[in-house]
């Protein structure tokens, strides 16, 4: 990412909020949801890593170490995909607010990533875009305004949802974007 945000910004553009999600947690139901879902794939993993093992240690004959390299070789996807669904739900959520940065200038919210590359989008704040204030359980709130309307094989309307979760200002942001949309130009204010 720039070392500021206007070094991303068009001339006429002023900054009028800045901020990240909210440390810690946000989404323990979807994250204790994920780690059912993923514990019976780990510890079958496990198992058959456990069992392929024995058998490449045991040392019998030919056949069993086969059986135990083919056994071990096929546990890996289930530990990995299981491990992810266990562990690595948690640690992305904790990681989320330190590697994720959000901007609001008269013109558009910026989305600034850091995980294994760096990512920033961009989505234009128009007098007719769509606004959503979604306010979450855990006390911080998610306004959403850039939405891909896109259609599954079945014919089923799917549509995603971008901008800026998990934040403590959640009502001062929408109230933004509400005043740049009625022709209103807000001052800036630092998240």
């Given at each position: 990412m720039?070392?500021r ?12 909020w ?16 994920f ?70 200038t ?5 989305v ?10 961009v ?23 850039h ?16 901008g ?8 001062l ?19």
């Amino acid at each position: 990412m720039a070392d500021r945000w206007e070094d991303w910004f068009d001339d006429s553009e002023r900054l009028l909020w800045k901020g990240s999600p909210a440390p810690g947690v946000m989404h323990w139901g979807q994250n204790i949801l994920f780690t059912a879902f993923g514990t019976p794939f780990l510890g079958a993993g496990l198992v058959c890593a456990y069992t392929g093992l024995g058998y490449v240690f045991g040392m019998k004959g030919f056949g069993e170490i086969a059986m135990g390299i083919f056994l071990t070789a096929f546990s890996v996807p289930f530990i990995s995909v299981g491990g992810a669904m266990v562990f690595g739900v948690w640690i992305l959520d904790r990681l989320k607010a330190s590697r994720t940065r959000y901007a609001l200038t008269n013109k558009a919210g910026y989305v600034a990533t850091s995980f294994w590359n760096r990512n920033m989008d961009v989505f234009p704040v128009l007098d007719d875009t769509r606004i959503e204030l979604i306010e979450n359980r855990n006390g911080t709130s998610t306004v959403y305004f850039h939405f891909e309307e896109k259609r599954d094989s079945d014919g089923d309307q799917l549509t995603s949802k971008k901008g800026f979760s998990d934040i403590g200002e959640g009502h001062l942001v929408y109230r933004l974007i509400r005043d740049l949309q009625a022709g209103e130009m807000p001052g800036p204010i630092d998240g």
